[in-house]
Every structure is written in C-alpha cells, then in structure tokens.
C-alpha cells in the first residue's frame, strides 16, 4: 500500500473514540488508510483475522463518529473484526503486541478496555448481549443507543436468531449492524444468506420510498389519494420490491443497503438510525479483505492467518510435517469412498475442517449447515436414523453449543453418529474463547457415548475407522498444528477400551491422552538418562477407560502420572481417580493437566512449557515427586 506522504497522519492523535467526532469524511478517509495499513503491518507480522478486518474498517470509523461512546455502546459479533475499534480506543501503541503472550487479545475483552463491553469469539452473541445490556440501562435510568455489530455469516446462527426475535419486540434502542460480506468464512450458505443476498442487490429503500411519497404528493389533486393507495398495496407488493422486508416483519425499521466502504454514506445512514426510536437494523454491504489485494482475491485463505509476507501472502513459518486436520481430510475422504454411508457435516468451516474436500468428490454427501452447531447434530442425528454415517466435524470449542444435542438428540438414542473434533486442547494466539480444553469433561459423562484421542496421525485414522465401525455415537479430539510425522496406515478400527503400552518402566507410569502422549515419551527418554525407569501408556480412550491395562502397571510402578490437555476438573486424570477409588486401586497418582482457571492467549509452545505439561515440565514435576520422597512405594 502507498502511504500519502502529503498528509499528516491523523492515527497517532486517536486516543479514544471522541477524537473521532469532529472528523471530516476526507480526515476519515486517510484514517481508514492509515489503519489499514497498521493493521497489515501488525497482521503479517503476528497472525489474526485479516480479511474480516479489512473489510470493516470504515464501518468502525463510522460507527464510532456517529454513536457517542461511553454512552452509546458497541458490541462486536465474535470479534474478529474488532482491530480498528482496538486501534481508535487507546491501544494503539500496544497494537503491535496483539495476540502474543501477555499482548492485546485478538477479541474484545472486558478487561482490557472500557470500551470493550462484552466478550466475544464465538459468533451470533452480539444480539442477544445488546439487548441485555439496552434493558440493564433502561433500568438503570440510562440514556444511549445500543449497537450489535453482527457479520451475515454470524446471522446464520440459531442464537443471533433469538436474539433478533426478542429485540424486535424489547429493543426500543437497539441498533443492529448487519456486516454483510456474502461471506461466511468460507461463502455464506442457506436461505438467510440468499435472502441476504438479494437485498443487498436491491436499492436503498428509504430513499426510494421517499422519493416515490413525495413524487405522489406533489401531484394536484388525486397525488395524496394515489399515496394512499399505494400505502396499502405497498404490504402486498413489498415483499416483491422491498429490501429488508423480513427484517420490518420481525419490527426493526430496515435502513439499507449502504455500500459500507462509503464513509459518507455510512456517516447518514447510522446517524438515521441513531435518531430513530425503536429496533432498527441496518444492512451494510462490505467487501472482506478489503485494500489488500491478496485478501480481496482470496478472503477465505486470509481470514484467520498465521504470519505472513506482505508482498508475496506467503506464510514466513512452514512446518514440515502435514496437519491433523489435513489428515482427517484425507481419511474421510477414504473413507467415503469405501463406505457410502458415510455423510461429512460442517458449521461453517469446510476448510478448517478439512472437508472441503469431501465437498468435491462428494458434493451430495457433504452439507454445510451455517453457524449453526446445535442444528448440525440434531440434522445428523436424523440422518442417522435413517441408516447413515454422518461425521460431524466441529471444533472442540464450538461444539459446546450443540451439548444438548449430543446429549439428547444423539446418545440418548444410541445413533451412530461421529464427531470429529479438531482443535481439542489448547489453540494457542485465539485464546480462551477458543481453547478446545472441556471436551474430555464435557463428553466422557454421557451414556452410550464411545471417545477416543488419537496421540498422531496414524492413531487419527484408526480413530475415525472405529468410530465409524460402531452402531452407536462416538467422538475423537485432535490438536491443532502439524502431526509428529508419523506414517499412515490402513484403516483398521481399535478394539474398544483398549490403551497401548508404548514403553515398560517400573519406578514411574506416565499416562498420556491424545496430544500429551509424545511429550510423555520424550519426557520418558529425559528420565531414563537421569536414571529413572518409565513406562509410558498411551491410553487412546477416554471412554470405556482400558482400566486393566492402566492398573497393571500402575501397580507395577511407584506412581502413576496421568496427563491430559484437558481442564483437571472431570477430565481424563479424574476418571482414572474415579475408576482406580470404584476398584479398590490404592496406587499413588499424580495428575497433570490444565487449572480450574481460563487460559490467555499464547504460543501453544509457551503455554504447554507455563503449564507444565511439554516434555521438560513433565519430567521436572516428576523428578520433584520423586526427590520430595512424598510418595514413596507402598
Ligand atoms: C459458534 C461458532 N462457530 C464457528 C465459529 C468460527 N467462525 C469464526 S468467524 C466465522 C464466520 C463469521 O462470518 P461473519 O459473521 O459473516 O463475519 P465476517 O468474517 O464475514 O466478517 C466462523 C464460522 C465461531 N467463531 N463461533
């Protein structure tokens, strides 16, 4: 991007967002390019969420230079649009640290900033936290408008549904935003999104109403008994010719579509709405990747990204080895092939999920479903009635939404239903919103429910091959990252319950779950050249648990180590407790695992060495056990 040497830069006297309401549109301007240009800077030097960012940068602008904040408040929709909001409250100068350790989150967080009023990295909460906070204020006697900045892929989801629903009824200040790219991550799908679509193409209602109303009134004599006329029939034609009608039936006042890299445009249509009472909704039409070509192009390889050249787009750190999620691509794809039964469903994350290929090889086996987790299990659910193998690949994260329906539309009913979890255990730079780390806790209580965590990549294939084996539900969790490199094998299921002994030791027992197994082992080789002898067990199920594999060699060493990249509260640790207490067991066990705590964002590497649970803090904690003489044999 050209930097205008001309102009003096006007970011660096941005210290909150009332620096911004005397702004002219051409001050604006070269602010939005100014910021673009910081958050390009920062983004290819750190990673975040670039296309969405740079698709709202003016939107935030104008957001900011109509509605009077602190008074007026903005909620953010997941949040990953949020760096100019950042930028333009007070975090400037710390801007460069987003997403590192100890840095500025890539999310809005209450605790970082006043201006950050809630929360967010899981999509369609805007609405919904809007209207609480709009009826806390009423409350409270307070004035101000309340806006809900939502994307069209985020208005998929069944929450910001409710929430739309409600506030057409209870949001006399509410003010929804509708960000609308067309795009999801990934293109935006269903009938919303069409729906979208074809509004976004019409043209702006209001003007044209207007026109129209005065055109017929100024006509002599029979102008204002047309205007009636047409005021009647406009509820029989409108849903033909009127924009947003959906949204005027569910009580917003519809205002759009603004073309949302438009600063003056923009500018009108939020001041109108901020003066108009009642729930009003206002549609923006906004281009993601906005001012970066790169991202303008492909908006879907630059919506999350890792550090990258700005130049080329290239990505600055390559890691040798192949992806989980690349490897469960390639596996159910396999798998597909062999078995037709075999139907592959994502929320809106064919790519992160890996199953964008499935989706062209298969495109009548694969469906997207939209942010819309809890939809996504129940419809496999219905699939799975009917004989099919559906596969559900959902993160770790977001398929807390959908418990419920794991719960009672899937296992009450034993159906073979498979859940495939990327990003199980600790995300890294997107922090605790994202931290894929309640899963072991939040299944492994269900009944018929069978759970495993492959240690590799080899062990990833052998899990969806059992999983899809079985007549009744079953879930597996993957890290995210490269794989260890380990060779692929055939596809050949697991016996059920059934853990592997990787190593024979007999003074400690580690027992590793998924991706702690190998720092297990390495922690082993560390122990073994101190002199300490280590059996590492690799127990691949959470449920059923191979207890007898397990107490073998518990009983066999002089303390078992249990370690997860799970929450220790309910976690894999805790079932071995449970189970070792239910059986009489009396061998000494140690847990390690994450605390009753939510984790910042960090390096995976940083935050695996902080809690412990990489090679060198496994085997430093059990040379402390061992050394403090606390636990010794019998
Ligand atoms: C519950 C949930 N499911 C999935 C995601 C992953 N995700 C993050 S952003 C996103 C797309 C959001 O699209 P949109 O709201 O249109 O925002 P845009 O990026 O287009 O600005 C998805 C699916 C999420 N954050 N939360």
Redesign the pocket.
């Known amino acids: 991007m050209k930097r205008n040497v001309e102009k003096s830069p006007i970011l660096p006297w941005i210290n909150s967002p009332s620096d911004l309401w005397d702004l002219n549109v051409r001050q604006l301007e070269q602010l939005a390019g100014e910021v673009r240009e910081t958050i390009l800077d920062v983004v290819s030097r750190n990673g975040g ?1 670039l ?2 960012n740079l ?2 940068v003016e939107l935030t602008l104008a957001l900011h230079h109509v509605f009077r904040m602190p008074q007026d408040k903005i909620i953010w ?2 949040g ?2 949020a760096y100019t909001h950042k930028l333009i409250t007070g975090r400037r100068d710390r801007f460069g640290t987003l997403r590192t350790k100890g840095g500025i989150s890539g999310f809005p967080k209450r605790k970082e900033s006043p201006y950050d009023l809630f929360d967010v ?4 909460t805007s609405i919904s936290a809007a209207l609480g906070i709009a009826e806390a204020m009423r409350h409270q006697g307070e004035d101000g408008k309340v806006v809900a900045v ?8 069944g ?1 910001a549904l409710e929430g739309l629903n409600q506030g057409g009824e209870l949001g006399e200040r509410l003010v929804v935003v509708l ?8 293109p ?1 799908v269903g009938a919303m999104s069409s729906y979208l679509s074809r509004t976004l193409t019409g043209s702006p209602i209001n003007r044209v109403k207007k026109v129209t109303e005065n055109f017929l009134k100024s006509i002599p004599k029979v102008g204002e008994h047309f205007l009636h006329i047409a005021q009647r029939a406009e509820d029989s034609f409108k849903a033909l010719i009127y924009p947003g009608m959906v949204f005027e039936e569910l009580g917003y006042e519809y205002i759009g579509p603004i073309k949302g890299h438009r600063l003056d445009r923009l500018i009108e249509a939020l001041s109108n709405a901020r003066r108009i009472g009642g729930p009003v909704l206002v549609h923006v039409g ?1 281009e ?1 990747g906005k001012g970066y070509a790169l991202a303008e192009e492909n ?1 879907m390889a630059f ?2 990204i890792g550090p990258f050249e700005l130049e080329t787009g290239k990505p600055r750190k390559i890691n040798g080895h192949p992806s989980y999620t690349s490897v469960f691509s390639r596996a159910i794809v396999e798998a597909a092939r062999r078995d037709d039964r075999v139907i592959a469903i994502t ?3 064919p790519e ?1 999920t890996g199953l964008d290929s499935f989706a062209k090889e298969f495109p009548d086996r694969f469906y997207d479903v ?2 819309a ?1 809890q939809h996504g299990v129940t419809f496999a659910a219905g699939l799975a009635t009917r004989g099919y193998r559906p596969v559900v690949a ?2 770790s ?2 398929l807390q ?1 959908a418990y419920d329906q794991v719960v009672h539309d899937v296992c009450l009913q034993n159906l073979p239903v498979v859940f495939a979890m990327d990003r199980g255990g600790l995300v890294g730079e997107d922090g605790p ?2 931290h894929g780390t309640y899963d072991l806790s939040y299944l492994r209580h269900i009944p018929n429910l069978t759970f495993m965590a492959p240690r590799d990549e080899a062990a990833l294939v052998q899990a969806l091959a059992t999983s899809l084996s079985l007549e009744g539900p079953s879930a597996f969790r993957y890290p995210r990252g490269a794989g260890v490199g380990a060779l692929l094998p055939e596809p050949v299921p697991w016996e059920i319950g059934t853990g592997e002994i990787l190593r024979e030791g007999s003074d400690v027992l580690l027992v590793g779950v998924g991706s702690t197994v190998h720092p297990c082992l390495a922690a082993a080789d560390i122990l073994e050249a101190e002199g300490v002898s280590v059996a590492v067990i690799d127990a691949r199920f959470i449920k059923p648990l191979d207890t007898e594999l397990i107490f073998q060699w518990a009983r066999e060493c002089r303390v078992t180590f249990t370690v997860e990249e799970n929450v220790l509260q309910g976690g894999f640790g805790s079932a071995i407790l449970e189970a070792a207490t239910d059986m009489g067991e009396s061998f000494k066990i140690r847990r390690l695992g994450l605390p009753d705590a939510f984790l910042e964002h960090a390096t995976l590497e940083e935050l695996r060495a902080d809690l412990g649970i990489d090679a060198k803090g496994i085997s430093s904690t059990v040379r402390e056990v061992l050394s403090g003489g606390l636990l010794k044999k019998g």
């Open positions: 969420h296309a969405s698709g709202a929709d997941v990953h649009q990295g899981h999509s369609g939502i994307g069209d892929g985020s208005m998929t989801a929450l960000n609308d790219n067309e795009m999801s991550i990934a935006n906004t993601k908006p919506h999350g929320a809106a994350m992160g939209g942010i987790e959902i993160y994260t977001f939404r919103t994202h």
